[in-house]
């Protein structure tokens, strides 16, 4: 267990290391990237310029200028924005990161109970009339763009209905801590959660239903059916706990690469300052200090949540528990 | 007189809007400003933003967002008055207590300093804490540094080796007398334009000499700033230790609290302004929404002309720009009606055919490239064009457009695409991110042939727009920093700038009548096309009240209520 | 031993014109099953035998109403223990049919079993599912029933999951599983087909003693004709839906009246016809239907022994097992371990042994393509093969080419005939595409195929068709020997009968050497030279075809010539002796150092394992 765990951490920190050199050097290889300019300020004189070149440790050498941003990343954490001079990365992500994982946590809950839910009843009705509804409707969830979803939701529920009964209650977008005001948090939260977990129900969904009537087709079926196991039995503890497998391992994937920053436009259209929104500005204003912090907390979840993933499989599935 | 003025330039989103009437540096009247009406007084004034505006330190940020915030937080020893309107042009005095007595060389200024002052962390302001707040400029390589307080004795060490800035000879302090001597090197006409921005805020001797990011550090104006997070909400709340000492320079304010959130989209900022959940948004408000509120919220809209203008600089040092003739041809051919409705139509923007905006300082209304040639752009003459690209002999040479990734540098960019092809060249576009844009279409290194940007002044005298933007001290080859994007670079028209800024100096009138004769004449070279003058647009909460909008801040807002 | 069903004169089950139909694509009914009559005594056994496509298993489906009712119907009349099946409601096939008056086993024992619950959740499943006992009691009972299929140390497995059984176990505890409710009919689909014949014979003989015990009627369905004349009371043919003959399985054995029986009899390969034949000897031509036999024709050529084609030499083959930290190895499988033999050109070697003895990757390791880490000497005519890589590699293996167990597997769906035969040749620049074109359409003819079936795609053939392909896309190279990876153990009888008279023909007109790997020994009978047999990844005894099978001198190679189901139903209830086995995989920790194995020559080519002697 210890040396899993171990072997583990060592494979995380290497992935990380790599993603981060990976992400520097690109970083430079970018034609226009060269920050000085743009932390000295518009038209700054040349002087300014070099003065800032060198306050910053642009003039030295790359590796150099790698370790030192390591070190004030992970050891002295007093790392400061190319774009936004004098704003401290660490705080900023961990004061980020609350907002982003009360997000995608919520979502995940409710795009996994309906997930669930819509693949197993299709599955269950294959072929027949509430088959075919759920899915087209997770059709259409998976098809609509998630910018959109939240433009539309907020336009309903933010101006066109807004003074009405039904969605006066909705508070302005923007995300409330749940350790100031857990109501107002979950409020504030309901419409976002909908609009991150549509397209992974539909998704998940489709997913399950198609592994479900895959199972069906399963010899062990055959055996549980020809033991007398009601239809019902046979569905939800032989062919879904098979069949929630694939759908589990997503999960680890998505839930990872959300919490890490994937969930980006759901925080824009919610006004919800997570780290998904961070990444993006930094990227679209080349900051390479957020953009190398954002990328290594990305990278550090989605190991995290495989590793929790991998764990969960194993408890489902024995069988992986050979390896 | 070492110019290398240079300016402040709004991004699109971040617009600095001003406008300006005149330079005049007379001490203005302050006009008998209505008793605080008790009955506004109070309330939390509740502004958002899709981003912040970086630092919070008002020696390094050069945004158009938090200068607006800077204007009620922080005062220089002169100020642009708080006023609507071209008023808001003219220096006062804040933190001195007069206008300074200036030598006969225009080289002395000497400041008194009010007496009674206090920082929001109840120290006195002295003449030391001035001496230590222009050191500070350099010391933290605030962004005008080089460009601003270049002048002052002293600064030239200061620049080489920022840490130990000590200006001396430049700024003495005399604790008895309570003043501050501060002595060039050259006249500046331009130079309490300088001391008014707020770089030149004056703030504790005690602050660190390095960017303060978001600590806040205390100022003198009727709010303080009480928490900054730049990924979620900035406060202000009233400095207690603010009395009043004068409506123009420093008012107070009326709401007891200002609230700004970042975040969102500029479409939910709307929305949120609509229902009273926000008063005011800075971002621009989206295009398709206009229509509607211009018929829904008449009361709430305000617009307001801007001291800028959109133009397109062409590389004057490499093909096929590096023929006047077609640089001319461009000019002539480019349809500014066009122009206006692919940037959202006459409500946002203004044609223009020539550099200084309209009614700024030095500009004369005359258009070369139209139609009919006289006062006003009229149409495109495209047989003209034709003939010059003809002549040219450029026909069928390879363009490139690079504009920024927003819709409306890429909708301009695209008509630019959509005219040299007209014209018989191999246009194409490149969309390059807005936020390296503006440093990469500088770099000759990149070989940028034409592009899209847009230049806002960063106080009202023409220099900062023809000196700045086509002075050939203002060319740095291969630099990121060379804000004459056209490389543009005429030894007699640069001479009459020099000496036009010298006469600025005793005979302001003069001067600007011979900026107008500049102005034609870097246009007969044509080293870029204006497009047009963009129009500021806000939105406000239908319970905010008394808008009133600076040429140099926008929105007043410490002179609005809320209740 | 006296049949049951003449003290019970009510049958179990009795089947009448019994129809199955499929709605298939665009809404189209096809009749699968058509007017079958069948009738089992309590404590009888009915074998259900026919080639596949012949609706048997369909039959096992419809008597118990699996077969999905949306793409299904059923006419005719099942009655089972009094209840007209085809009457209930699903509702009541679940709460009083299935699980309690019939229960199945199946062919794959390997996915009958649910892999991720224990096998003792899954025995008590079936037992607590319809009747209200208590978890420790149904417990007991599970375990009971564990010992009952002679499951060694049955409480402490109850815990394990699927995949911690051999394949024999596992189909002990789907036959738990069955017997869990006692019930009055148990269907048997093809219950050892998948097994090790060692293994076979052990569930053959386990079914025999619990249908005793129990007194249930049994229906078993099977392809296997020794099968069915060692478990059936009586048989019924079936042929393409329809029922060809029924009777005691004395008289379909020894006077079958319909030339298909004739016919399906005659093509099972027997173990002990070649007895006193020198030479490799083609199956009898059957025709089926007529059910006319021509006897086989023998191998004409003999193969040349002045020089081996092939040497091998002290060939090992490990897989790693990692774990750890860094993934280091901490264990490897010996799945090949010290093996030595020569194949000469024109002859056939076979390699037979049970299920993981390492036949297979042998095979493999010959052309690298193990995947594990072999060492060795591997010399093709002075070339050493394990010299060999990149493109020398690729060169040398056009000459050794292999015929895959699975040709649907094996051959690209996307991918006609014609470009799956080319690829190859002009991936090996042999020549031009007229010329690659010209060679395919020579060998579909020399492979018993039609020329202008080229350009159809895979799934358009016969399973017998696609593996004729196989052997076609392997000539193509021009090699000097085949690998045939058993390669003929999923077809049919009659088909199979087909392919290997091809491989026969095939190396009698090319002179080429056969490496013939294979479980079935019937068939290893007929078409080697010699015979190599492998047990826990080593050869225990190799020689001339005639040496191993007529006295075989290790007492493996005599276990498994004994456990071969013999298709005489006379010799049916000789009991084998011995108990069942798990078998053992030679997982080993890296310090371990396999002994040193020596070979006694006990007839000129004719060597066996040093450990005979003394274990014999």
Same mark, same amino acid.
């Not at chain 1, 302005?172 to 991150?196: E, K, N, R």
């Given at each position: 267990?210890?040396?899993?765990? *171990?072997?583990?951490?060592?494979?995380?920190?290497?992935?990380?290391?790599?993603?981060?050199?990976?992400?520097? *050097?690109?970083?430079?290889?970018?034609?226009?990237?060269?920050?000085?300019?743009?932390?000295?300020?518009?038209?700054?004189?040349?002087?300014?310029?070099?003065?800032?070149?060198?306050?910053?440790?642009?003039?030295?050498?790359?590796?150099?200028?790698?370790?030192?941003?390591?070190?004030?990343?992970?050891?002295?954490?007093?790392?400061?924005?190319?774009?936004?001079?004098?704003?401290?990365?660490?705080?900023?992500?961990?004061?980020?990161?609350?907002?982003?994982?009360?997000?995608?946590?919520?979502?995940?809950?409710?795009?996994?109970?309906?997930?669930?839910?819509?693949?197993?009843?299709?599955?269950?009705?294959?072929?027949?009339?509430?088959?075919?509804?759920?899915?087209?409707?997770?059709?259409?969830?998976?098809?609509?763009?998630?910018?959109?979803?939240?433009?539309?939701?907020?336009?309903?529920?933010?101006?066109?209905?807004?003074?009405?009964?039904?969605?006066?209650?909705?508070?302005?977008?923007?995300?409330?801590?749940?350790?100031?005001?857990?109501?107002?948090?979950?409020?504030?939260?309901?419409?976002?959660?909908?609009?991150?977990?549509?397209?992974?129900?539909?998704?998940?969904?489709?997913?399950?239903?198609?592994?479900?009537?895959?199972?069906?087709?399963?010899?062990?079926?055959?055996?549980?059916?020809?033991?007398?196991?009601?239809?019902?039995?046979?569905?939800?503890?032989?062919?879904?706990?098979?069949?929630?497998?694939?759908?589990?391992?997503?999960?680890?994937?998505?839930?990872?690469?959300?919490?890490?920053?994937?969930?980006?436009?759901?925080?824009?259209?919610?006004?919800?300052?997570?780290?998904?929104?961070?990444?993006?500005?930094?990227?679209?204003?080349?900051?390479?200090?957020?953009?190398?912090?954002?990328?290594?907390?990305?990278?550090?979840?989605?190991?995290?949540?495989?590793?929790?993933?991998?764990?969960?499989?194993?408890?489902?599935?024995?069988?992986?528990?050979?390896? | 007189?070492?110019?290398?003025?240079?300016?402040?330039? #709004?991004?699109?989103?971040?617009?600095?809007?001003?406008?300006?009437?005149?330079?005049?540096?007379?001490?203005?009247?302050?006009?008998?400003?209505?008793?605080?009406?008790?009955?506004?007084?109070? #309330?939390?004034?509740? +502004?958002?933003?899709?981003?912040?505006?970086?630092?919070?330190?008002?020696?390094?940020?050069?945004?158009?967002?938090?200068?607006?915030?800077?204007?009620?937080?922080?005062?220089?020893?002169?100020?642009?008055?708080?006023?609507?309107?071209?008023?808001?042009?003219?220096?006062?005095?804040?933190?001195?207590?007069?206008?300074?007595?200036?030598?006969?060389?225009?080289?002395?200024?000497?400041?008194?300093?009010?007496?009674?002052?206090?920082?929001?962390?109840?120290?006195?302001?002295?003449?030391?804490?001035?001496?230590?707040?222009?050191?500070?400029?350099?010391?933290?390589?605030?962004?005008?540094?080089?460009?601003?307080?270049? #002048?002052?004795?002293?600064?030239?060490?200061?620049?080489?080796?920022?840490?130990?800035?000590?200006?001396? =000879?430049?700024?003495?302090?005399?604790?008895?007398?309570?003043?501050?001597?501060?002595?060039?090197?050259?006249?500046?006409?331009?130079?309490?334009?300088?001391?008014?921005?707020?770089?030149?805020?004056? +703030?504790?001797?005690?602050?660190?000499?390095?960017?303060?990011?978001?600590?806040?550090?205390?100022?003198? #104006?009727?709010?303080?700033?009480?928490?900054?997070?730049?990924?979620?909400?900035?406060?202000? $709340?009233?400095?207690?230790?603010?009395? $009043?000492?004068?409506?123009?320079?420093?008012?107070?304010?009326?709401?007891?609290?200002? $609230?700004?959130?970042? =975040?969102?989209?500029?479409?939910?900022?709307?929305?949120?302004?609509?229902?009273?959940?926000?008063?005011?948004?800075?971002?621009?408000?989206?295009?398709?929404?206009?229509? $509607?509120?211009?018929?829904?919220?008449?009361?709430?809209?305000?617009?307001?002309?801007?001291?800028?203008?959109?133009?397109?600089?062409?590389?004057?040092?490499?093909?096929?720009?590096?023929?006047?003739?077609?640089?001319?041809? +461009?000019?002539?051919?480019?349809?500014?009606?066009?122009?206006?409705?692919?940037?959202?139509?006459?409500?946002?923007?203004?044609?223009?055919?020539?550099?200084?905006?309209?009614?700024?300082?030095?500009?004369?209304?005359?258009?070369?490239?139209?139609?009919?040639?006289?006062?006003?752009?009229?149409?495109?003459?495209?047989?003209?064009?034709?003939?010059?690209?003809?002549?040219?002999?450029?026909?069928?040479?390879?363009?490139?457009?690079?504009?920024?990734?927003?819709?409306?540098?890429?909708?301009?960019?695209?008509?630019?695409?959509?005219?040299?092809?007209?014209?018989?060249?191999?246009?194409?576009?490149?969309?390059?991110?807005?936020?390296?844009?503006?440093?990469?279409?500088?770099?000759?290194?990149?070989?940028?042939?034409?592009?899209?940007?847009?230049?806002?002044?960063?106080?009202?005298?023409?220099?900062?727009?023809?000196?700045?933007?086509?002075?050939?001290?203002?060319?740095?080859? =291969?630099?990121?920093?060379?804000?004459?994007?056209?490389?543009?670079?005429?030894?007699?028209?640069?001479?009459?700038?020099?000496?036009?800024?010298?006469?600025?100096?005793?005979?302001?009138?003069?001067?600007?009548?011979?900026?107008?004769?500049?102005?034609?004449?870097?246009?007969?070279?044509?080293?870029?096309?204006?497009?047009?003058?963009?129009?500021?647009?806000?939105?406000?909460?239908?319970?905010?009240?008394?808008?009133?909008?600076?040429?140099?801040?926008?929105?007043?807002?410490?002179?609005?209520?809320?209740? | 031993?006296?049949?049951?069903?003449?003290?019970?004169?009510?049958?179990?089950?009795?089947?009448?014109?019994?129809?199955?139909?499929?709605?298939?694509?665009?809404?189209?009914?096809?009749?699968?099953?058509?007017?079958?009559?069948?009738?089992?005594?309590?404590?009888?056994?009915?074998?259900?035998?026919?080639?596949?496509?012949?609706?048997?298993?369909?039959?096992?489906?419809?008597?118990?109403?699996?077969?999905?009712?949306?793409?299904?119907?059923?006419?005719?009349?099942?009655?089972?223990?009094?209840?007209?099946?085809?009457?209930?409601?699903?509702?009541?096939?679940?709460?009083?049919?299935?699980?309690?008056?019939?229960?199945?086993?199946?062919?794959?024992?390997?996915?009958?079993?649910?892999?991720?619950?224990?096998?003792?959740?899954?025995?008590?499943?079936?037992?607590?599912?319809?009747?209200?006992?208590?978890?420790?009691?149904?417990?007991?009972?599970?375990?009971?029933?564990?010992?009952? @299929?002679?499951?060694?140390?049955?409480?402490?497995?109850?815990?394990?999951?699927?995949?911690?059984?051999?394949?024999?176990?596992?189909?002990?505890?789907?036959?738990?599983?069955?017997?869990?409710?006692?019930?009055?009919?148990?269907?048997?689909?093809?219950?050892?087909?998948?097994?090790?014949?060692?293994?076979?014979?052990?569930?053959?003989?386990?079914?025999?003693?619990?249908?005793?015990?129990?007194?249930?009627?049994?229906?078993?369905?099977?392809?296997?004709?020794?099968?069915?004349?060692?478990?059936?009371?009586?048989?019924? @043919?079936?042929?393409?839906?329809?029922?060809?003959?029924?009777?005691?399985?004395?008289?379909?054995?020894?006077?079958?009246?319909?030339?298909?029986?004739?016919?399906?009899?005659?093509?099972?390969?027997?173990?002990?016809?070649?007895?006193?034949?020198? @030479?490799?000897?083609?199956?009898?031509?059957?025709?089926?239907?007529?059910?006319?036999?021509?006897?086989?024709?023998?191998?004409?050529?003999?193969?040349?022994?002045?020089?081996?084609?092939?040497?091998?030499?002290?060939?090992?083959?490990?897989?790693?097992?990692?774990?750890?930290?860094?993934?280091?190895?901490?264990?490897?499988?010996?799945?090949?371990?010290?093996?030595?033999?020569?194949?000469?050109?024109?002859?056939?070697?076979?390699?037979?042994?049970?299920?993981?003895?390492?036949?297979?990757?042998?095979?493999?390791?010959?052309?690298?393509?193990?995947?594990?880490?072999?060492?060795?000497?591997?010399?093709?005519?002075?070339?050493?093969?394990?010299?060999?890589?990149?493109?020398?590699?690729?060169?040398?293996?056009?000459?050794?080419?292999?015929?895959?167990?699975?040709?649907?597997?094996?051959?690209?769906?996307?991918?006609?005939?014609?470009?799956?035969?080319?690829?190859?040749?002009?991936?090996?620049?042999?020549?031009?595409?007229?010329?690659?074109?010209?060679?395919?359409?020579?060998?579909?003819?020399?492979?018993?195929?039609?020329?202008?079936?080229?350009?159809?795609?895979?799934?358009?053939?016969?399973?017998?068709?696609?593996?004729?392909?196989?052997?076609?896309?392997?000539?193509?190279?021009?090699?000097?020997?085949?690998?045939?990876?058993?390669? @003929?153990?999923?077809?049919?009888?009659?088909?199979?009968?087909?392919?290997?008279?091809?491989?026969?023909?095939?190396?009698?007109?090319?002179?080429?050497?056969?490496?013939?790997?294979?479980?079935?020994?019937?068939?290893?009978?007929?078409?080697?030279?010699?015979?190599?047999?492998? !047990?826990?990844?080593?050869?225990?005894?190799?020689?001339?075809?005639?040496?191993?099978?007529?006295?075989?001198?290790?007492? !493996?190679?005599?276990?498994?010539?004994?456990?071969?189901?013999?298709?005489?139903?006379?010799?049916?209830?000789?009991?084998?002796?011995?108990?069942?086995?798990?078998?053992?995989?030679?997982?080993?920790?890296?310090?371990?150092?396999?002994?040193?194995?020596? !070979?006694?020559?006990?007839?000129?080519?004719?060597?066996?394992?040093?450990?005979?002697?003394?274990?014999?």
């Amino acid at each position: 267990m210890l040396t899993n765990f *171990l072997s583990r951490l060592l494979r995380m920190v290497i992935v990380m290391f790599g993603i981060s050199v990976i992400t520097f *050097l690109i970083f430079f290889a970018t034609p226009g990237s060269d920050p000085a300019a743009r932390i000295a300020g518009r038209n700054a004189a040349p002087e300014t310029i070099a003065a800032v070149r060198h306050d910053f440790g642009l003039d030295r050498p790359l590796y150099v200028q790698y370790a030192l941003m390591m070190d004030r990343l992970f050891i002295t954490r007093d790392l400061t924005s190319f774009a936004n001079r004098g704003q401290k990365i660490v705080p900023t992500i961990v004061s980020a990161a609350p907002a982003t994982l009360s997000l995608v946590a919520g979502a995940a809950i409710l795009w996994m109970a309906l997930g669930a839910m819509t693949g197993i009843i299709a599955a269950a009705f294959r072929n027949r009339l509430p088959d075919k509804i759920l899915m087209g409707a997770s059709m259409m969830a998976v098809a609509m763009p998630v910018f959109w979803v939240g433009e539309m939701i907020n336009l309903v529920t933010q101006s066109r209905l807004h003074d009405t009964w039904a969605f006066s209650w909705v508070p302005p977008l923007g995300y409330v801590p749940f350790t100031s005001d857990p109501a107002g948090w979950f409020l504030a939260l309901v419409f976002p959660w909908i609009c991150l977990a549509l397209l992974y129900i539909g998704l998940y969904g489709r997913m399950l239903r198609t592994g479900i009537i895959e199972t069906y087709q399963e010899d062990y079926i055959r055996t549980a059916r020809s033991k007398g196991l009601s239809a019902r039995r046979v569905l939800l503890k032989h062919a879904t706990r098979t069949a929630i497998i694939p759908i589990v391992i997503m999960f680890g994937m998505d839930f990872g690469v959300l919490v890490g920053g994937a969930a980006v436009l759901t925080e824009v259209v919610f006004g919800i300052n997570g780290v998904g929104r961070l990444t993006y500005q930094a990227l679209k204003a080349l900051d390479l200090p957020m953009i190398m912090a954002t990328v290594l907390y990305a990278s550090f979840f989605v190991v995290v949540a495989n590793a929790i993933v991998d764990v969960l499989c194993v408890m489902i599935d024995p069988r992986m528990r050979r390896k | 007189m070492d110019l290398r003025v240079t300016s402040r330039r #709004g991004r699109r989103g971040r617009a600095l809007a001003r406008l300006a009437i005149t330079a005049a540096m007379i001490p203005a009247v302050a006009p008998a400003l209505a008793q605080a009406q008790e009955a506004h007084r109070g #309330g939390t004034m509740q +502004l958002m933003a899709v981003a912040s505006g970086g630092t919070l330190d008002p020696q390094i940020n050069y945004t158009a967002q938090f200068w607006q915030l800077y204007s009620a937080t922080y005062d220089g020893l002169v100020a642009f008055k708080k006023a609507d309107g071209p008023e808001s042009n003219t220096v006062v005095p804040d933190l001195a207590a007069d206008m300074p007595t200036v030598s006969a060389d225009g080289k002395t200024y000497t400041f008194t300093l009010r007496k009674g002052v206090k920082f929001s962390n109840g120290d006195d302001v002295t003449p030391e804490d001035v001496v230590a707040s222009l050191q500070r400029i350099f010391k933290v390589s605030s962004p005008t540094s080089g460009s601003f307080y270049n #002048g002052i004795v002293g600064a030239d060490d200061c620049l080489s080796s920022p840490a130990d800035c000590t200006l001396e =000879g430049g700024v003495i302090a005399d604790a008895d007398a309570n003043t501050v001597t501060i002595n060039l090197v050259e006249p500046d006409p331009e130079f309490l334009f300088k001391l008014s921005v707020p770089h030149a805020s004056i +703030l504790p001797k005690g602050t660190a000499a390095k960017d303060m990011g978001n600590t806040p550090i205390p100022g003198t #104006g009727a709010y303080m700033f009480t928490s900054y997070d730049a990924n979620n909400s900035l406060t202000m $709340e009233r400095n207690p230790h603010f009395v $009043e000492w004068s409506a123009d320079a420093q008012p107070e304010g009326y709401a007891d609290k200002i $609230e700004y959130k970042f =975040g969102g989209t500029e479409e939910s900022a709307v929305n949120a302004v609509m229902n009273g959940q926000a008063d005011w948004s800075f971002d621009p408000l989206p295009a398709d929404r206009l229509a $509607e509120l211009s018929t829904n919220a008449t009361d709430q809209l305000h617009v307001h002309a801007q001291s800028a203008w959109w133009y397109a600089p062409m590389n004057v040092n490499i093909p096929p720009f590096n023929d006047v003739r077609v640089r001319q041809a +461009l000019n002539y051919a480019v349809d500014r009606n066009a122009l206006v409705s692919v940037f959202g139509g006459p409500a946002l923007a203004q044609p223009v055919c020539q550099i200084l905006p309209p009614d700024f300082p030095g500009h004369e209304d005359s258009c070369i490239y139209t139609q009919d040639p006289g006062d006003t752009w009229s149409a495109p003459d495209m047989d003209k064009a034709r003939a010059l690209v003809a002549e040219s002999g450029t026909k069928g040479e390879k363009v490139n457009v690079v504009t920024e990734d927003n819709a409306a540098s890429r909708g301009v960019g695209t008509y630019l695409q959509s005219v040299l092809t007209d014209l018989g060249y191999d246009a194409t576009v490149q969309t390059v991110s807005g936020d390296i844009q503006f440093t990469y279409i500088q770099n000759t290194n990149n070989n940028v042939q034409i592009s899209v940007t847009q230049w806002y002044m960063d106080y009202p005298a023409a220099s900062n727009f023809l000196n700045v933007l086509f002075g050939c001290g203002s060319f740095h080859p =291969g630099s990121d920093s060379s804000i004459n994007i056209a490389g543009f670079c005429d030894e007699e028209i640069d001479a009459r700038m020099k000496s036009a800024m010298t006469l600025g100096a005793t005979d302001p009138e003069a001067a600007n009548a011979e900026w107008a004769k500049i102005d034609y004449a870097v246009m007969e070279k044509a080293p870029a096309v204006p497009l047009f003058t963009p129009r500021r647009l806000d939105l406000v909460s239908e319970r905010v009240g008394n808008f009133e909008y600076s040429s140099l801040f926008n929105w007043l807002i410490a002179k609005s209520w809320v209740q | 031993m006296t049949k049951s069903s003449e003290e019970n004169p009510a049958p179990v089950l009795s089947v009448r014109g019994l129809s199955v139909s499929f709605r298939g694509a665009r809404g189209v009914w096809s009749e699968v099953v058509r007017g079958l009559d069948l009738e089992i005594g309590a404590g009888e056994t009915v074998a259900l035998v026919g080639e596949s496509g012949s609706g048997k298993s369909v039959t096992s489906m419809a008597i118990t109403r699996l077969l999905d009712p949306a793409t299904s119907r059923l006419g005719g009349s099942i009655i089972l223990d009094g209840q007209d099946i085809l009457a209930l409601s699903e509702e009541d096939m679940v709460s009083r049919i299935r699980g309690q008056k019939v229960a199945m086993i199946f062919q794959e024992p390997m996915t009958s079993l649910h892999p991720i619950y224990t096998i003792g959740d899954q025995i008590t499943e079936a037992l607590t599912v319809h009747s209200q006992i208590s978890k420790a009691e149904a417990r007991k009972q599970a375990i009971e029933l564990l010992h009952r @299929v002679r499951v060694p140390h049955a409480e402490a497995r109850m815990s394990d999951f699927p995949h911690a059984f051999s394949g024999g176990m596992r189909q002990r505890v789907m036959i738990a599983i069955a017997l869990a409710s006692r019930p009055k009919l148990l269907i048997a689909d093809e219950p050892t087909t998948a097994l090790d014949v060692t293994v076979e014979g052990e569930i053959l003989d386990l079914l025999r003693d619990l249908q005793e015990e129990f007194g249930m009627a049994m229906l078993f369905i099977t392809h296997d004709m020794g099968v069915v004349a060692e478990v059936a009371d009586r048989t019924v @043919v079936m042929l393409r839906g329809e029922m060809v003959e029924s009777g005691t399985t004395a008289q379909i054995f020894d006077a079958p009246v319909q030339p298909y029986t004739k016919g399906l009899l005659a093509s099972v390969p027997r173990l002990g016809t070649m007895r006193g034949e020198p @030479v490799p000897l083609r199956f009898p031509v059957v025709d089926m239907a007529s059910g006319s036999v021509t006897p086989g024709t023998k191998l004409d050529r003999t193969p040349d022994t002045a020089a081996p084609l092939l040497k091998i030499r002290d060939l090992v083959t490990r897989f790693d097992k990692r774990g750890g930290l860094l993934q280091r190895r901490v264990a490897q499988v010996h799945a090949v371990e010290d093996v030595s033999f020569d194949i000469y050109p024109g002859e056939t070697l076979s390699l037979v042994g049970e299920s993981g003895c390492g036949k297979s990757t042998t095979g493999r390791s010959l052309i690298q393509l193990s995947g594990g880490r072999s060492s060795g000497s591997v010399d093709l005519k002075g070339t050493e093969l394990f010299d060999a890589s990149g493109e020398k590699l690729r060169r040398l293996r056009r000459r050794i080419q292999m015929i895959p167990q699975d040709p649907l597997a094996s051959l690209s769906p996307r991918m006609t005939i014609s470009e799956a035969l080319t690829e190859p040749f002009l991936e090996h620049r042999m020549g031009s595409r007229a010329e690659a074109r010209q060679k395919a359409e020579m060998l579909m003819n020399q492979v018993g195929l039609q020329p202008d079936m080229l350009a159809r795609f895979p799934h358009e053939f016969s399973g017998g068709q696609r593996q004729r392909v196989c052997v076609a896309r392997a000539l193509m190279l021009d090699p000097e020997m085949i690998i045939a990876d058993e390669s @003929v153990s999923a077809l049919d009888v009659s088909v199979k009968a087909q392919v290997v008279n091809l491989l026969m023909d095939i190396q009698q007109n090319l002179g080429l050497a056969f490496l013939f790997i294979s479980h079935d020994i019937a068939v290893v009978e007929r078409i080697s030279h010699r015979i190599a047999v492998m !047990y826990l990844g080593e050869i225990v005894e190799i020689g001339p075809r005639a040496a191993i099978m007529e006295s075989p001198a290790h007492p !493996y190679t005599r276990r498994l010539i004994e456990a071969v189901a013999v298709p005489d139903p006379s010799r049916r209830h000789s009991r084998r002796s011995q108990e069942p086995v798990e078998l053992k995989t030679p997982l080993h920790p890296m310090s371990y150092v396999p002994p040193k194995r020596r !070979y006694i020559e006990i007839t000129p080519g004719h060597l066996v394992r040093d450990d005979a002697m003394t274990a014999a």
